[in-house]
């Protein structure tokens, strides 16, 4: 089982809906979840944190996190064209080094 | 907040020569930075543990004598890819550890795309 995973797609959404990033992780011990967007050719860009069990919202962008299920989702709403890039979940182990998940690749079709 | 930056941008540069990229945290300062390398539609992948003061630490199947790595200050990172071949053309990323949240927050820099002929 990979440390943290996630479905490659790619997620076709119309614009305007709400697109729906999953993530799993192995390890149980895990405190802090992040989510990078990516767009092609471009470095990650840090979208959200969470640390805490629920949902965390920021802009159009929620964070959920699922200690117990080991699963981190992110939502974005009102996705636009802008939004189509690779989404990479991470997860921190020992020494802050980031164990990612493949990324999902959402596009947003006008 | 939480600006890293990276220079150059790109290079291009002969086979067998040395080429330096530097990563600076902006306006914060990383104590740990970290060196990627990314191949067209693959994942990231991390090369080393910059610790400013210290050795860095790779990742196994990267040669520390071939991929130079120093952290002199806070702010500051450098790669050194050194004889570069055409293999290690790539797109190399560096992340800065910021104290946002728990502390252990990657900001990443632009990337530098390495181009060896």
């Known amino acids: 089982q990979k440390e943290v995973e996630q479905n490659s797609g790619p997620l076709s959404v119309p614009e305007g809906a709400i697109a729906s990033l999953n993530c799993t992780y192995s390890?149980?011990?895990?405190?802090?979840f992040f989510w990078y967007r990516q767009y092609s050719g471009k470095s990650p860009e840090l979208i959200m944190s969470i640390y805490s069990n629920g949902d965390k919202e920021d802009g159009r962008f929620t964070a959920q996190l699922n200690k117990a299920s080991q699963y981190v989702s992110l939502l974005i709403r009102d996705s636009q064209p802008s939004d189509s890039a690779t989404y990479l979940c991470a997860v921190p182990k020992a020494g802050n080094m980031l164990t990612f998940g493949g990324g999902t690749r959402l596009m947003v079709k006008p | 907040g939480a600006v890293v930056s990276q220079h150059p941008s790109w290079v291009i540069c002969k086979s067998g020569t040395s080429v330096k990229i530097e990563c600076r945290s902006l306006?914060?300062?990383?104590?740990?930075m970290f060196w990627y390398r990314q191949f067209p539609k693959q994942s990231l992948m991390l090369m080393a543990t910059s610790n400013e003061g210290s050795k860095a630490t790779y990742e196994q199947g990267v040669e520390k004598d071939k991929f130079l790595i120093n952290h002199a200050s806070l702010t500051l990172s450098t790669l050194t890819v050194t004889s570069a071949h055409p293999e290690d053309s790539s797109f190399y990323i560096c992340?800065?550890?910021?104290?946002?949240?728990?502390?252990?927050?990657?900001?990443f820099g632009p990337g530098t795309r390495l181009t060896v002929l």
């Open positions: 390890d149980r011990g895990s405190q802090s």
């Open positions: 306006d914060f300062q990383a104590t740990t």
């Open positions: 992340s800065a550890l910021g104290l946002a949240g728990g502390g252990d927050t990657q900001y």
